[in-house]
């Protein structure tokens, strides 16, 4: 059974760093065809792609945040962690991890990780 | 970057109406279009890939279509349950992978 979840803080002050770290089961971080991204959705928004990053260790990053996201693995811990540097207000949303199936071909999000809420306030 | 715009950004219709999303790409992305459902605090969810491949244990009532810039997902027969707002993303450039505006759905 996959299963996706993230951990981190509920609550970060504005210019501090915020690290989300998504634990995953059922599957190996190390399989080439499958990579974990990170999706935020601010309050009653949509859906917005920040990062993702694959076995061999491809990632990508959204143009708008690229200075200040990163994204990483621990294969051994099943786990896939985003810092964020110097976070902001407009940064409070959910935050989700996801699977990315088909690396090769046809790419999409078949697993979803529940979500959790950052609010970024002083 | 790849703009995917939705219409209509919101609807109401009743139980057992057909419904019809659509998905408009800002350049070709042949095939490469995915479809997901998100309920009220809930994560999304993958309903349709490849713009017509209905995922595993989705309903059969749920169905997509189209090709280059220009999808759609059908409903052909609105349940409660499908109160929702549905999304579509492109995975024709993967970085960024990017969605439409969304879709909610009201019964």
């Known amino acids: 059974q996959v299963t996706l979840k993230e951990s981190g803080p509920v609550l970060v002050k504005p210019t501090e760093t915020l690290t989300l770290t998504c634990t995953v089961s059922?599957?190996?971080?190390?399989?080439?065809?499958?990579?974990v991204t990170w999706i935020r959705q601010p309050p009653g928004k949509a859906l917005e792609w920040l990062a993702h990053i694959f076995s061999d260790d491809e990632k990508s990053f959204t143009t708008s945040l690229k200075s200040s996201v990163d994204i990483s693995q621990d294969t051994s811990k099943s786990q896939v962690v985003l810092t964020m540097t110097n976070v902001d207000p407009v940064d409070t949303g959910t935050y989700f991890c996801?699977?990315?199936?088909?690396?090769?071909?046809?790419?999409?999000?078949?697993?979803w990780g529940q979500g959790i809420l950052v609010t970024v306030s002083s | 970057d790849i703009e995917m715009t939705q219409s209509p950004s919101s609807l109401s219709a009743s139980v057992g109406d057909r419904v019809t999303i659509t998905c408009r790409a800002s350049?070709?992305?042949?095939?490469?279009l995915n479809w997901y459902q998100q309920r009220p605090g809930k994560a999304p969810r993958l309903l349709i890939s490849?713009?017509?491949n209905l995922e595993a244990d989705i309903p059969s009532r749920f169905s997509g279509s189209g090709y280059g810039t220009d999808f759609t997902l059908s409903i052909s027969s609105l349940q409660p349950e499908d109160s929702a707002t549905y999304y579509c993303q492109q995975s024709y450039i993967s970085s960024p992978l990017t969605f439409g505006g969304g879709t909610k759905v009201e019964i």
């Open positions: 490849v713009a017509s």
């Open positions: 059922g599957f190996p971080l190390a399989k080439s065809t499958v990579g």
């Open positions: 996801a699977r990315i199936f088909g690396k090769f071909d046809y790419r999409r999000l078949d697993y």
């Open positions: 350049q070709t992305i042949f095939s490469y």
